[in-house]
């Protein structure tokens, strides 16, 4: 049996290129809509890239191991993060018409593999975490539970997408932790301070819970309007979302979650003491968020998904913007 193309797939590699055999595996794993990776990496290349430029330091080849390593966890967890929301909304999901015909619902996968297929892709990704120091492990581990509570979210809340957020940039605390080393919490004048691995006392770990929060309702924001292609049959089905709780208000809706999502980016910046360039590509980031809170068509399901995915664009804006913010300028 042939695998056709998902409707919010577009044209891709999987369906041009891959053998017929693997295409269900890989669609299982969504590798062929590779913006989810994006979206998922992009926090933990911010966390690192803010956590160098907080300690005023060059990189190391630890530092590069580091970048290829989140990358290729990306892959892996988005894909067993997939497969097990897959499994958990199997019956959902075969009463919509976006995602009926994905593998599990379709039946092109049983239950019990997509179960092994997300124990490999954890399994992988697990050794690539024990390369990490002690901090992010216990943040990788504890990320397990934000992950398998997410696909239950749209049974019990309006905002689901909320939830998505706490779990999608988590990386950015993880990325943080392990390019500045191991954090031991200390009392220093009643302030809740940091000492990193090299010696220094600042504020680090507020600097990146700043980051985390603006990547929280940056997803909030991309999310919902990710939502808006489903609000009719997520009515039908009983699924709630944030798009149909904010109802006609969606375009304000995103526009306040954008608005926070500058204003903890810019508050991330200032505690780490990022150069003026800094605020030049925060403008740059800010600009392409409200270029989308703009184009919102509530009714437009297909220009919604071309808004989603422009995020990817807008999270690489915020990281060249984190690295331009480390560069000092001469007076």
């Known amino acids: 049996m042939t695998s ?32 989810g990776i994006w979206l998922l990496l992009l926090p933990g290349w911010q966390g690192i890239a803010l956590a160098l430029a ?13 970048v290829a390593g989140f ?79 997410y696909p239950f979210m749209k049974r019990i809340t309006w905002w689901p997408q909320a939830w998505l957020g706490l779990t999608f940039n988590w990386g950015a605390l993880m990325g943080f932790a392990a390019a500045a080393g191991s954090w031991a919490v200390v009392l220093d004048t009643g302030n809740l301070n940091v000492v990193s691995a090299f010696g220094a006392t600042s504020p680090l770990a507020l600097t990146a819970l700043a980051l985390y929060a603006g990547g929280v309702f940056w997803t909030l924001g991309y999310d919902t309007i990710y939502a808006l292609q489903d609000i009719e049959d997520d009515a039908m089905v009983g699924v709630k979302s944030s798009a149909r709780r904010l109802g006609s208000n969606v375009r304000l809706g995103v526009g306040v979650f954008y608005l926070l999502a500058v204003v903890f980016a810019a508050l991330a910046g200032l505690l780490a003491g990022l150069g003026p360039l800094f605020y030049v590509g925060l403008t740059g980031y800010a600009l392409h968020l409200s270029w989308q809170t703009r184009s919102i068509r509530p009714d437009d399901g297909p220009f919604a998904l071309a808004l989603f995915k422009s995020n990817r664009e807008a999270g690489l804006v915020l990281l060249l913007a984190i690295i331009l913010g480390s560069v000092q300028l001469p007076l």
């Not at 056709?4 to 809509?33: I, Q």
């Not at 907080?54 to 580091?66: G, N």
């Open 4 to 35: 056709a193309p998902l409707p919010d797939a577009g044209s891709n590699w999987v369906d041009r290129h891959a053998p017929e055999g693997l295409k269900p595996w890989l669609k299982l794993g969504r590798f062929d809509r590779p913006i």
């Open 54 to 66: 907080s300690e005023r330091r060059t990189s190391s080849v630890y530092d590069l191991w580091l």
């Open 71 to 149: 990358a290729i966890g990306a892959c892996l967890m988005r894909a067993a993060g997939c497969a097990f929301n897959d499994i958990v909304d199997r019956d959902i999901d075969v009463k919509v018409a976006r995602t009926a015909a994905r593998p599990v619902a379709s039946g092109r996968i049983s239950v019990k593999k997509a179960l092994a297929f997300t124990a490999a892709c954890s399994l992988v990704s697990l050794l690539i975490l024990l390369t990490l120091n002690l901090t992010a492990i216990l943040l990788g581990a504890a990320s397990l539970l934000l992950v398998a509570a």
